[in-house]
């Protein structure tokens, strides 16, 4: 039924001008004169009253509540029309493909699908290539036929892969920027052959430094640069040390950008000839360098070329720099590059700026130390930092809560031995300590080397010995634990808490079910090779402690070992070994005591036939 609508003259006035004519005084009748001066109130300069607004609801065509009002929309025609706008609009930008595209996706879920037969996925690869051949261009910027693409790429033949990267080659340096065609560049690299590699690569020269500077691009970058091809057999990188370096020429200057130098290796290279060209190259790696750091400082590539930077610049530039890279040190320690990035930052920085660092990584001091590079840091900020409060107020802490986590780790383990024995050459190779030793001679730190090391070992050997009395077995996991242990229970010689860890380990050897693992098989604890070793020295350290009148840890174990513990030791050939150096290195009473539990077993030991055995009876008589 239509609405009836009447016309309202009053609906548009504006109400604005209502209210300025109940203030006007009556106009006089027509004919009568005009008080002087006054113009007559309709001016050339008054605005025309404007009809209303459709979206003014103040209008007569919502005086009322009507059924066309009431009626609520069907959402499920909406959203039909919607799709279908949009498709409309696809198929418009995407011209003559748009039927093409929606061909592909089609054959693209029947190829993703788990049961659908190898044949059956190669037909339908060759379907999906004749189709999108001569279009791959337009298509591949898209983000849904770029997923189609990746597709193809996987499972097409060498020959169909050739013809598709010959295609893309054009527009390999826009597909690296492209938020869903750079995927497809992945794809390159994991099934493609080293000539499309190669193509890749030679798209991104003159280009390096934009890319690394590009939030969508850098990624992709540190990818094709880094990543390490699982089907070579030494799992190598997929770019070369000749690509990386040629890459990193053009940090070195505009002079690159078109022409590489393959003599030129590392920064100091440039110069190394044209000393003269020192200043100016510096400059430019400045200047490309705080570029990227400023938008994307975890690139892989710009660790490399920092940590070449900071070794040779000048102090000033130096500082500027640590002072941008104090926030982001967490992340260089991805890489061996990386990580001597943020040692240089360690050593050189201001007092302020090293309690920044540690402020930035204190809620992953487990994750930095277990990390491959990461533990470096932590050895250089052990080295340098002055101010121990600071450390044992970040760092201790937190580096204790996860005691055990870092000992079982292959890297971890390195900082316990840093903190109980400093760069002792039983523990680092000298290639280590030498690197550790660069940053000797920096300008910051002025405490002694000695009382540092002092200083750090008081505030976390007592916890590391509580840690070995209370969890003996984790400390006795294998060997290179158990070589920490050993490092720990030296350097506290003299603590009151070592006899609690000494107890421990003798209640472990003690126990007839104590076994360990070696070559993959359980065996018992007192028979373990490199468990023999360390008790081997702890004993054998017994003799100067006999000497000094202290405990020793022999006096406790001996003690532990009743007549039923012996019996079940010379079954063992490490056994008898342990018992003949306990006789050996402890004090008078420890030795008559111990061949006194000995002398009824005899018969016993006579009956073994390994060289323990032997060894133990001689001793005995």
């Not at 050339?44 to 007569?60: E, I, R, T």
């Not at 121990?388 to 996860?402: G, M, N, Q, Y």
Request: net charge positive; charged share 35%.
């Amino acid at each position: 039924m239509k609405r009836k609508e009447t016309f309202d003259a009053s609906a548009f006035v504006p109400k604005l001008k209502k209210k300025k004519e109940n203030k006007i005084k009556e106009e006089p009748e027509s004919g009568a004169a005009k008080p002087p001066g006054k113009p007559d109130k309709k001016s050339k300069f008054s605005k025309p009253s404007k009809p209303p607004s459709k979206f003014d609801k103040k209008g007569p065509k919502y005086e009322s509540n009507t059924e066309e009002s009431t009626e609520k929309p069907d959402w499920k025609v909406i959203k039909k029309e919607r799709k279908e706008l949009r498709a409309k609009r696809k198929s418009k930008k995407l011209e003559n493909i748009y039927d093409i595209s929606i061909e592909g996706k089609k054959i693209d879920e029947q190829m993703r699908r788990k049961d659908c037969p190898p044949e059956e996925r190669t037909e339908l690869c060759q379907k999906l290539f004749k189709l999108f051949e001569g279009n791959l261009v337009k298509l591949v910027f898209t983000h849904d036929i770029s997923r189609v693409i990746q597709i193809l790429i996987k499972y097409s033949s060498a020959e169909m892969l050739a013809t598709v990267a010959a295609e893309l080659k054009p527009s390999f340096l826009n597909m690296i920027q492209s938020k869903y065609a750079r995927n497809c560049i992945k794809k390159f690299f994991k099934y493609g052959n080293d000539q499309i590699r190669s193509d890749i690569f030679a798209a991104c020269e003159g280009h390096v430094v934009q890319l690394m500077s590009h939030s969508v691009a850098a990624p992709i970058m540190d990818y094709i640069l880094y990543k390490k091809n699982k089907k070579d057999k030494n799992k190598k990188c997929w770019a070369s040390e000749q690509v990386r370096s040629t890459f990193k020429q053009e940090f070195y200057g505009n002079m690159y950008r078109t022409s590489k130098d393959s003599s030129v290796k590392c920064l100091s290279d440039v110069f190394a000839k044209a000393p003269d060209m020192k200043s100016a190259t510096l400059s430019a790696v400045k200047m490309n360098v705080t570029k990227i750091l400023s938008k994307n400082p975890n690139c892989l590539l710009i660790h490399s070329v920092l940590a070449e930077y900071l070794t040779i610049c000048e102090v000033n530039d130096r500082a500027e720099l640590i002072g941008t890279l104090k926030e982001s040190v967490v992340e260089l320690l991805a890489t061996k590059d990386g990580a001597k990035v943020a040692m240089i930052c360690m050593w050189h920085a201001t007092a302020k700026e090293r309690k920044a660092m540690l402020k930035v990584m204190k809620e992953q001091i487990k994750e930095i130390a277990t990390s491959e590079y990461g533990y470096l840091f932590l050895l250089a900020m052990l080295d340098s930092v002055d101010d121990t409060v600071l450390v044992k107020k970040i760092f201790v802490p937190e580096f204790l809560s996860h005691l055990q986590e870092i000992v079982a780790s292959e890297h971890g383990k390195k900082v316990v031995l840093y903190l109980v024995a400093r760069r002792d050459t039983h523990y680092f190779h000298p290639a280590l300590i030498s690197i550790l030793s660069e940053g000797d001679n920096n300008l910051t730190s002025k405490k002694s080397p000695d009382i540092r090391e002092k200083e750090l070992l008081e505030a976390v050997i007592e916890p590391m010995l509580e840690s070995i009395a209370g969890d003996v077995n984790s400390w006795l996991a294998d060997g290179p634990v158990m070589l920490v242990t050993h490092a720990v229970l030296k350097a506290a010689s003299g603590n009151e808490k070592l006899v609690d860890a000494w107890n421990a380990i003798a209640d472990f050897l003690v126990n007839e079910e104590s076994t360990l693992k070696h070559e993959e098989a359980d065996i018992k604890a007192v028979e373990h090779p490199a468990l023999h070793l360390v008790l081997k020295k702890l004993i054998v350290a017994d003799k100067e402690r006999v000497e000094r009148e202290e405990t020793s840890f022999g006096d406790l174990l001996v003690q532990k070992m009743s007549s039923d513990v012996i019996k079940r030791w010379v079954e063992y050939n490490r056994a008898c070994f342990l018992i003949v150096l306990l006789l050996e290195n402890e004090r008078e009473t420890v030795v008559r005591e111990l061949k006194g539990k000995l002398k009824d077993l005899v018969k016993e030991i006579k009956s073994k036939k390994h060289k323990g055995a032997d060894v133990l009876l001689k001793k005995i008589k």
